[in-house]
């Protein structure tokens, strides 16, 4: 097969995709990854092909500014490429629309990736991603549905109402049908949920919907020192795009200063200016959870997917403290799973975030849980999954 795969640049969404390019690559297909400049020598050096991305494109071309193009023009540039390419499939990362609408123009077959738990709204559960917890009864399962039943009638006046008429414009443009449903973004012929099961709330799946495990990349560093003293070892993880003051960081320093814990932190951006450390503790800009994840027994973290999947693939359990975005959503699957705890980001505090570090190392069973998800993944390879399905994509 020849397989493009698509997705943004950020790295929760740009690392699940060289994943299952990788993966792709190594079962005998040709692949390229269209995404960000940034990633362009990871990709050619994994022997993938790269094609590099507008990284700035609107609705309409007014809405862009500059010289970006509007959504329908940057999925014509991308028609003839398609077509250079022999593409047999095109898999676009969900936010990654261009991709997935040059694939519907030009006939070829594509699936779209999700790298987190499936976002599509089920009548008796809450709304992604709110962060909500499943109802514990019939009557909160009903609660949930009336409420659907009422914002659908006000769905047109929502802004996700305002977006999804303006992308049945651009499809009118490029001479495709609307959208059929609420998320008609994402692939009906394949949909690869690249999260853990154990995270999914009981729901109805629709068959071509496969949940595949998370799909981890990660790029070469160099090994960090650990900190000498004794105690578990708490790992603290910045998220890559949210916390540029790091307060995280900030306030898990001054929280786990006197606590019989080890602490390594890691900024997870370079040129970060990170704090000082107390003596049972290290900062680094950056950190392998290659390395350090097998020693840990905690991860304290924003909730962005790729750092809540690695842990829990190591079987570490999760603190989850959520600025912004799905992070919160991730710290109620977490939480509803039993594998770790979240902390709402207003109450961020030393005193807070000391009690419930101490909970969850305190009590067995958020790590018993946590190595129960640890055990799946191994026995579970989201990347190898995803790539059998795609193949099923082929004519």
Known sequence: MRVVIAAVGWTGHAFPAISLARALRGRGHGVWVETFERWRGVIEELGLGFLPARERIGFASADAGGDAPGLAAAARELGPVLGDIGADAVVADMFTLAPALAADVAGVPRATLIPHPYPVREPGLPLYPLGLLPPRSAAGALGWRVAWSAAGTRLPATRLGRVRAELDAVRADLGLPPLGGYDGQISERLALVATFPQLEYPRHWPAHVHVTGPMPFELDHQPVELPAAGGPLVVVAASTERDPDMRL?????????????RVIASANRAGALVPEAPANARVHEWVSYSQVLPD??????????????????????????????????NGARVTWAGAGLMLPNRLLAPSSLRAVVRRLLGEDRFAGRAREIGAWARENDGAAAGAALVEGLAP
């Open 296 to 329: 840990a027994a905690l991860v304290v973290c924003h909730g962005g997917h790729g750092t809540v999947a690695r842990a829990l693939a190591a079987g570490v359990a999760v603190l989850i403290v959520p600025p912004a975005g799905d992070m919160a959503e």
């Open 249 to 261: 960081i900030s306030t898990a320093l001054e929280a786990l200063a006197e606590e019989p814990v």
